[in-house]
Structures are given as structure tokens and as C-alpha cells.
């Protein structure tokens, strides 16, 4: 382990970007690198547990970009952990905001190339039970999400509010497509039909 590394590493930053979670030198440098590592793994073993596993035919380009993209932001997050330990004067919020709108703007491009399937995307009863709901929903569902990063970003210049209101906007364009799919199952008249 870095010599520059100290025993304690921070490992959670409050709202004001202030840190307010320590962890042992241990604890975050490997707990967190194996969390990351099987965390890809897991990404690679989805597609053959998946009872719909053929469908993953269909978008293994975009599942991969996905899956790289997921480890990108984590890899990033753990090198500014480990950079924040070793002493740098690094805002939170300034790498966090703009990291995660990029990975929310990913995932809306992403998400209307995927196919239903039971581990990747907006999973709710609705759309597993329909193959038309599950694409309506996606397509929704990928602006609500690029949407959601674009204005995610600019909480940036939001002050002391930028965290309360990021969070809020991810909430937001988290629900809206699970209630869109609600809609849309109920708009075809699938109820009927159970």
C-alpha cells in the first residue's frame, strides 16, 4: 500500500460535500477494489442466469458499453477516494455531479436498444409481462434519463442546494418510467387479459 496512504480513508461525504465516513486503510482500498471487480463479474454472469438469456443477443453491444461504463465511474470514485486519503483538496460534488450525469445520460442512450430481459433496465411487472410495454417504456424511460443527466449537471451551480436537487432529479426520472409502464400495460388492456 502508498506510503501516503493513512490509516483512515474517507469513504463517505455528507450533502455539503464535507467528509463524515471513515474507513481503514484495509478496508477501503481492498474491500472497495473487490466490491468493484466482482461487481463487473456479476455484470458478466447476469446474461447466462437470465431466464430470457437469448435476448442478450440482441443488445450485447449495448451491454457492454453499460457494463464499461459502470466501471469507468466506479474506478474513477475509488481513485478519488484514494487521492482525497492521500491528502488532495477535492470537492465531492464536483466530481460526483458530473460523473454521474454522464452516466445517466449512458444509460438513457442504452436503455431503448435493450431487450426485455430480468436483471438490465426498468423491470416492473408490466414491462417483464409485455414485450410492447417493456419497449415503450425504455424509449421513455432513455429521455427521461438523459434528461435527467443533463440537468443534473447543471446543479453544479446550484449552490448549497446542488445535492438536494440532484437527488431529486434522480428520483424523478427513476419513477416517472416505472409509472409510465403502469400506464401503458394498462392503456393495452392487458389487464383484461389476466
Known sequence: MAPCIPDQIPT?????????????????VFLLLGILVALYLLMLLLPHLDPLKKNYNEFEKYYYILRLALTVFFVALYVFTLLAAAGYKLNIQKFII?????????????????KRNYFIGIRTPW????????????????????????????TLWAGEWAFGIFIAIIIIAALLPMVYSYLEYKKLGLFKNQ
Open 12 to 28: 463517505h461525504w455528507n450533502a455539503q460535500g464535507q467528509i463524515d465516513g471513515y474507513s481503514s486503510k484495509p478496508v477501503a
Open 98 to 114: 458530473p460523473a454521474f450525469s454522464v452516466l445517466l445520460i449512458i444509460m438513457g442512450l442504452v436503455l431503448p436498444k435493450m
Open 127 to 154: 414491462t417483464l409481462h409485455s414485450d410492447e410495454v417493456w419497449q415503450k417504456t425504455h424509449k421513455f424511460g432513455g429521455w427521461c434519463f438523459v434528461g435527467a443527466g443533463v440537468f443534473c449537471f447543471f
